[in-house]
């Protein structure tokens, strides 16, 4: 097998020089003439069980051959059979949510904390499922029940970065589906199915895109998950535009470069922070691009940073800094956040690739009270 930098390059391209080509074809059709309708029909049975059989795929929201090319690198990068892609990460996450549930197991453990939106899912109950939240392996292995359909956990937590044993966490779930959330870690630091995980989500809208400039969402499994998860997406139209799977498969060739760099300065920050004076706690798991840190001024770092972004979202090449308690978890109810270890003082910092000395230079005057005013 070729090296994972190596694959991230060439994925999803393999038959370019056959075709006479080098740069992936973008296809924006909508929908594919045939004339043989007899022919079209049968094909258009298999695609309803989620199977993808050869050829065109009749309509674009059944399919799209620049999404799929998207879809067998991802596959290869985490090193599952297939993956299918959705228009959002949210979206991924409903349509396996919806697949448990269509199975007859509507039941979900979480293990908190997560990401906010996700949280909300599922403790509102939004798709028909019913939640019990866990924090250790022990949790998770007392919470499952003969309802449970999936168990649900970060590689990295968000926004505490924390990671919980993937493959004693796998053991625990039995025969209960594990879908790990990926998006913090990426395959370049974290391959989830190598532990045990039977899927493996992406929000591609960070990471994997990496430029902040395409939405995406993306879930790598088993050929039988992914007929299931198919069969959803052509229900609920969930599909990922064209253009986004071209850009996102442009994005997985730079994706080691990008993640090594960024987690090379994400360190030292962490280093940095932990001996400013005015950082109470850090938070950053020993890898990975995103850091963490606790200051009793927060709101008032995100309005005097200069050089760094203060936005939502994470994964671009820009750094971007963003107050949880306000923002991406700001959904969750007061107690259940703060029980999560997501208090007020929680700053999160999604680390791009900028000089060190400019970003810390950025971080370090942000931090520092502002002088009075002389009146």
């Known amino acids: 097998m070729t090296a994972f930098s190596t694959r991230a390059v060439h994925a999803g391209r393999e038959d ?133 359909g999936l168990v649900m956990v970060e590689t990295f937590t968000n926004p505490m970065l924390t990671e919980i044993d993937l493959k004693e966490l796998a053991v625990a779930c039995g025969d209960v589906p594990l879908l790990v959330d990926n998006t913090f870690a990426t395959p370049v630091l974290r391959r989830p199915a190598e532990q045990g995980a039977q899927l493996v989500l992406h929000s591609a809208t960070k990471f994997l895109g990496g430029h902040g400039d395409v939405m995406g969402g993306v879930v790598a499994c088993d050929e039988q998950m992914a007929r299931k998860l198919r069969q959803v997406r052509i229900a609920t139209g ?8 071209y850009l996102l498969l442009r994005g997985l060739s730079t994706l080691p470069v990008r993640i090594k760099a960024a987690s090379a300065t994400a360190a030292e920050l962490a280093r940095r922070l932990a001996e400013h004076p005015r950082v109470n ?7 990975g691009a995103l850091v963490s840190f606790e200051t009793s001024n927060a709101t008032d770092v995100i309005n005097a940073v200069r050089l760094i972004t203060p936005a939502v979202s994470l994964g671009t090449v820009d750094t971007l800094i963003q107050h949880p308690a306000s923002l991406t978890h700001r959904v969750m109810a007061d107690n259940d956040r703060h029980e999560a270890g997501i208090n007020d003082d929680v700053l999160r910092v999604s680390v791009g690739l900028e000089d060190v000395d400019d970003l810390w230079a950025d971080l370090d005057q942000s931090l520092r009270p502002t002088p009075p005013s002389n009146r």
């Open 238 to 245: 969930g599909i990922m535009h064209p253009l986004a799977g």
């Open 16 to 148: 370019l020089t056959d075709l006479g080509i080098h740069a992936v074809p973008l296809d924006l059709s909508t929908t594919y003439p045939a004339r043989d309708s007899r022919l079209e029909a049968t094909r258009l049975d298999a695609f309803a069980t989620g199977e993808q059989p050869e050829g065109m795929p009749v309509y674009g929201r059944i399919g799209n051959p620049t999404v799929q090319r998207f879809e067998t690198a991802l596959a290869a990068l985490e090193g599952c059979e297939a993956a299918v892609a959705f228009a959002t990460g949210m979206a991924a996450m409903s349509a396996c949510l919806l697949a448990a549930v269509t199975d007859g197991k509507p039941h979900v453990v979480g293990v908190r904390p997560m990401y906010g939106t996700s949280d909300h899912m599922l403790d509102a109950g939004l798709l028909g499922t019913s939640v019990t939240w866990a924090s250790t392996v022990d949790d998770v292995a007392v919470a499952i029940t003969a309802d449970t």
């Open 281 to 287: 706690k850090v938070h950053y798991p020993g890898d």
